[in-house]
């Protein structure tokens, strides 16, 4: 089976960086995305990794270790409206979908 | 463009009603699927589909039906509603469904059983 492990919750400042970490466990592995979600909305796509080594989008990069089965999204320059929820989510060979973590929340305070 | 589109937003149901939660897509995609997501929770898959006339189950697929009859269409049916449906259920859908790929969410059914 799969299987995917986030922390639950991490809090911040604004103009802080911070780093939200996910580990997995699977079996012919593909790659690894990341989803935020604000409170109440749609999940959107923010990035993928299919190779080891960090993928940098604005403010958003994120990073995969296959040896590690381990990757991390980091934020920089936190802002307010980065508060919201963080998932992962593997792919993997036999497996037809994406498989989700539960999510890290991040609360940005001011 | 108006991306995944789902209806209801918002439902009540008694338990033992039985309902359909209408889902449509304009991107062409192939892939296209159903989750539930409990409070605090992540996204569970109910059912999936690869394409037209094909669906197969998900993690979650008990007291849910799918159908598939066109790319743009994947309904999910629920019969005998009971309370631990109570969820907020998101339709979703992707060219392609293990790679990199986007998946689009439509905007989310909240569903209450009582």
């Known amino acids: 089976g799969q299987s995917l492990e986030q922390p639950s919750e991490v809090t911040a400042v604004e103009g802080a960086i911070v780093q939200m970490n996910c580990t997995y466990q699977?079996?012919?592995?593909?790659?690894l995305s990341w989803y935020q979600q604000h409170d109440g909305g749609a999940p959107t796509f923010l990035s993928y990794n299919a190779l080891d080594g960090l993928e940098e989008t604005g403010r958003f990069s994120s990073f995969l270790s296959r040896s590690d089965s381990y990757g991390y999204l980091l934020l920089q320059e936190l802002q307010m409206k980065d508060s919201a929820s963080y998932f992962c989510a593997v792919s993997s060979k036999g497996y037809s979908t994406l498989t989700f973590g539960k999510g890290t929340m991040l609360l940005v305070s001011p | 463009n108006a991306g995944v589109t789902q209806t209801p937003k918002f439902r009540i149901l008694k338990i033992g009603q039985s309902m359909t939660l209408q889902c449509t897509q304009d991107m062409n995609h192939n892939y296209m699927y159903w989750y539930r997501q409990d409070p605090g929770m992540g996204l569970k898959l109910i059912y999936y589909?690869?394409?037209?006339?094909?669906?197969d189950k998900g993690e979650v697929p008990n007291g849910y039906n799918v159908s598939r009859s066109t790319t743009e269409d994947f309904p999910l049916r629920l019969e005998l509603a009971a309370p631990s449906q109570t969820s907020v259920y998101f339709c979703?859908?992707?060219?392609?469904?293990?790679?990199?790929?986007?998946?689009?969410f439509g905007e989310g059914s909240w569903l209450t059983v009582v």
């Open positions: 979703a859908s992707s060219y392609q469904g293990n790679s990199g790929n986007t998946i689009y």
């Open positions: 699977t079996s012919g592995f593909y790659g």
């Open positions: 589909s690869v394409g037209a006339g094909i669906t």
